[in-house]
């Protein structure tokens, strides 16, 4: 029972925060309080619609709500999701443009595990879909895996990305985003040793610690600061009765989600005073910029105990990528071993979380992959989430990845126009992401 009524503790406060908001909107709304011109009603009613809206996201997985893409006719066509490979863990999905032939490109999109679903890459999908035909991997909350399922730690991770990679065949390319791109890479080679015909054609590796002691951020040195003792201590509790995986170890994502808040606690305090004066003004919308991006970062998941763990002592305590030391089932897996998969890095040069060097320091561990199939990309004015969902992803980056895709496939391309950023415009920083 230890550590269970922390976590159910935890989520009766978020409970008690919803319906305080709840509560105070139902008050601020009645017809009653119109009848009255004190202007605190309509704050309490902004106050109470901001709050529900905000605990109640917490512990909502996002739809994709990705109804559409219009192609190249100039119609719209609908999608629809499939699961291709249903797991314990996380499930490999598609994304189905009805009533289109299938595109060349074929892309698996490696979502990351790191405390958000991987609905987070919605606007990825979205800009991909036009061009390529769509997979990735959705991982599960682990609060809601039984814990009869075992476990899943960065071995088991990379597993599932081997079995994904087989089942789509050598015709793939990979675009691993953020935590995941070094287990991405050992994947990669993992299949290079076991099951060369399996490889991917293409490996893009956007904003990932390969190397995390080349360049330092907060995250680099709190890894460095706590001890695995100290971290299993102060993070991890055990699901409460609420959930499927009642008993299982985890790192919670309400604690994730307040060591997110807290990096910029100014700023998204006051996003939130000023998200409240616009709704009591009439001026807020169901989906305006704060709620499009809030109710996407304020959703997070579980992570499993042996993964949130094994991935600070693994990769960045212990350094076992950037050292190619990496052991898969009892077996260490070699980079150097990857010799015709083309690998792509891609870095913001304002990148927080995985700072300039951490990335690109892979290109360095592929000797036996030729300079030809090797290519980096640094982009400037650039933070974290602006690399693979922001305006440097829409407008610079994607052209430049979907070229190198088909520079190592064959596909001939139309030329693509690349929207330059502007000189001024300096990154909107909002705790663990950038915009």
Same mark, same amino acid.
């Given at each position: 029972?230890?550590?269970?009524?922390?976590?159910? @503790?935890?989520?009766?406060?978020?409970?008690?925060?919803?319906?305080?908001?709840?509560?105070?909107?139902?008050?601020?709304?009645?017809?009653?309080?119109?009848?009255?011109?004190?202007?605190?009603?309509?704050?309490?009613?902004?106050?109470?619609?901001?709050?529900?809206?905000?605990?109640?996201?917490?512990?909502?997985?996002?739809?994709?709500?990705?109804?559409?893409?219009?192609? +190249?006719?100039?119609?719209?066509? @609908?999608?629809?999701?499939?699961?291709?490979? +249903?797991?314990?863990?996380?499930?490999?999905?598609?994304?189905?443009?009805?009533?289109?032939?299938?595109?060349?490109?074929?892309?698996?999109?490696?979502?990351?595990?790191?405390?958000?679903?991987?609905?987070?890459?919605?606007?990825?999908?979205?800009?991909?879909?036009?061009?390529?035909?769509?997979?990735?991997?959705?991982?599960?909350?682990?609060?809601?895996?039984? *814990?009869?399922?075992?476990?899943?730690?960065?071995?088991?991770?990379?597993?599932?990305?081997?079995?994904?990679?087989?089942?789509?065949?050598?015709?793939?390319?990979?675009?691993?985003?953020?935590?995941?791109?070094?287990?991405?890479? !050992?994947?990669?080679?993992?299949?290079?040793?076991?099951?060369?015909?399996?490889?991917?054609?293409? /490996?893009?590796?956007?904003?990932?610690?390969?190397?995390?002691? !080349?360049?330092?951020?907060? *995250?680099?040195?709190?890894?460095?600061?706590?001890?695995?003792?100290?971290?299993?201590?102060?993070?991890?509790?055990?699901?409460?009765?609420?959930? #499927?995986?009642?008993?299982?170890?985890?790192?919670?994502?309400?604690?994730?989600?307040?060591?997110?808040?807290?990096? #910029?606690?100014?700023?998204?305090?006051?996003?939130?005073?000023?998200?409240?004066?616009?709704?009591?003004?009439?001026?807020?919308?169901?989906?305006?910029?704060?709620?499009?991006?809030?109710?996407?970062?304020?959703?997070?998941?579980?992570?499993?105990?042996?993964?949130? @763990?094994?991935?600070?002592?693994?990769?960045?305590?212990?350094?076992?990528?950037?050292?190619?030391?990496?052991?898969?089932?009892?077996?260490?897996?070699?980079?150097?071993?990857?010799?015709?998969?083309?690998?792509?890095?891609?870095?913001?040069?304002?990148?927080?979380?995985?700072?300039?060097?951490?990335? *690109?320091?892979?290109?360095?561990?592929?000797?036996?992959?030729?300079?030809?199939?090797? !290519?980096?990309? @640094?982009?400037?004015?650039?933070?974290?989430?602006?690399?693979?969902?922001?305006?440097?992803?829409?407008? #610079?980056?994607?052209? /430049?990845?979907?070229?190198?895709?088909?520079?190592?496939?064959?596909?001939?391309?139309?030329?693509?126009?690349?929207?330059?950023?502007?000189? #001024? *415009?300096?990154?909107?920083?909002?705790?663990?992401?950038?915009?």
């Amino acid at each position: 029972m230890k550590y269970m009524a922390t976590y159910d @503790l935890m989520e009766s406060m978020r409970l008690t925060n919803q319906w305080l908001g709840a509560t105070a909107q139902a008050i601020g709304a009645h017809p009653a309080m119109a009848m009255t011109p004190n202007p605190m009603f309509k704050m309490l009613d902004a106050w109470g619609q901001v709050t529900e809206r905000s605990f109640a996201r917490m512990v909502a997985k996002p739809d994709w709500n990705i109804p559409s893409v219009v192609g +190249e006719d100039g119609r719209d066509h @609908l999608i629809e999701v499939e699961t291709v490979i +249903e797991r314990p863990f996380g499930d490999l999905i598609k994304f189905n443009v009805t009533d289109r032939p299938l595109k060349p490109r074929k892309i698996l999109l490696v979502a990351p595990m790191s405390g958000h679903y991987a609905t987070l890459l919605r606007s990825t999908v979205m800009s991909l879909l036009p061009d390529a035909e769509v997979y990735v991997t959705d991982w599960h909350n682990a609060r809601d895996i039984p *814990v009869s399922e075992g476990k899943f730690d960065i071995e088991d991770y990379t597993l599932y990305l081997v079995e994904f990679m087989r089942q789509m065949g050598p015709d793939t390319h990979v675009i691993a985003v953020c935590q995941p791109a070094p287990l991405a890479l !050992a994947a990669t080679a993992y299949l290079a040793e076991e099951d060369p015909s399996a490889q991917p054609s293409t /490996l893009t590796l956007i904003g990932g610690p390969i190397d995390p002691d !080349a360049a330092a951020t907060d *995250v680099t040195d709190f890894g460095r600061r706590v001890t695995m003792g100290q971290l299993e201590e102060m993070a991890i509790q055990r699901v409460g009765f609420k959930y #499927n995986g009642v008993g299982r170890m985890v790192y919670p994502g309400l604690l994730q989600l307040q060591s997110f808040m807290s990096m #910029n606690a100014e700023t998204h305090g006051r996003a939130f005073f000023e998200q409240i004066l616009r709704v009591s003004k009439g001026e807020a919308a169901d989906h305006d910029r704060h709620n499009k991006f809030y109710d996407e970062y304020l959703a997070v998941m579980d992570m499993t105990a042996e993964f949130y @763990l094994s991935t600070v002592e693994r990769i960045f305590k212990n350094g076992e990528i950037a050292k190619n030391e990496f052991v898969v089932g009892g077996k260490t897996v070699d980079i150097g071993k990857i010799t015709s998969v083309a690998v792509k890095t891609v870095e913001g040069s304002n990148d927080d979380i995985s700072a300039p060097g951490q990335c *690109v320091a892979a290109l360095d561990m592929l000797t036996g992959l030729p300079d030809s199939k090797k !290519a980096s990309h @640094l982009e400037d004015g650039a933070g974290h989430y602006g690399i693979f969902a922001g305006k440097s992803w829409r407008n #610079n980056i994607r052209p /430049l990845v979907l070229d190198f895709i088909d520079a190592n496939s064959g596909i001939k391309s139309k030329p693509r126009k690349r929207a330059k950023n502007p000189a #001024n *415009v300096t990154p909107i920083k909002t705790g663990r992401v950038a915009i």
